[in-house]
């Protein structure tokens, strides 16, 4: 069974796929996560947080830009975006603790993102709870 890392993982890659032109991933979410095996109650998950993302991709990216100071959404890298809109997605609109979502974030960007990425996605996150 999967976990809800696992869950959150394969959310970031479907962001990931969607951020860098590929919208048509909305019709395949259900097979893309059967085939990494997230299923029942962490499929539904990943299935909330993906299509919540996607419903509120505007005001989660500009509640992101609000923080960046001097850079914009488009100079971070698609990995860290991809972690940072699910995060801030989650902050704003799940009711779920709020350093559980920045932990899950940052270790997540540790496996998945650059070596600063851990530091800077902290740095955003912490910003967006407050």
């Known amino acids: 069974m999967a976990t809800r890392t696992q ?4 959310v970031i890659g479907l962001l990931y796929a969607y ?3 590929n919208e048509k991933i909305t019709l395949f979410v259900d097979e893309i ?4 095996k997230i299923r029942n109650k962490q499929k539904e998950f990943a299935l909330k947080l993906f299509n919540g993302v996607i419903a509120n991709l505007t005001t989660l990216d500009t509640e992101i830009t609000t923080h960046l100071d001097k850079r914009g959404l488009d100079d971070i890298g698609s990995v860290e975006r991809a972690i ?3 995060a801030t997605y989650e902050i704003m609109f799940e009711n779920l603790d709020k350093p559980i979502i920045i932990n899950e974030a940052i270790e997540l960007s540790k496996r998945l993102a650059g070596d600063n990425a851990p530091k800077f996605i902290n740095g955003i996150l912490d910003k967006v709870k407050k």
């Open 7 to 10: 869950a959150r993982e394969s």
């Open 19 to 21: 951020d860098l032109g």
């Open 33 to 36: 996560l059967e085939d990494k």
């Open 84 to 86: 940072l809109r699910l």
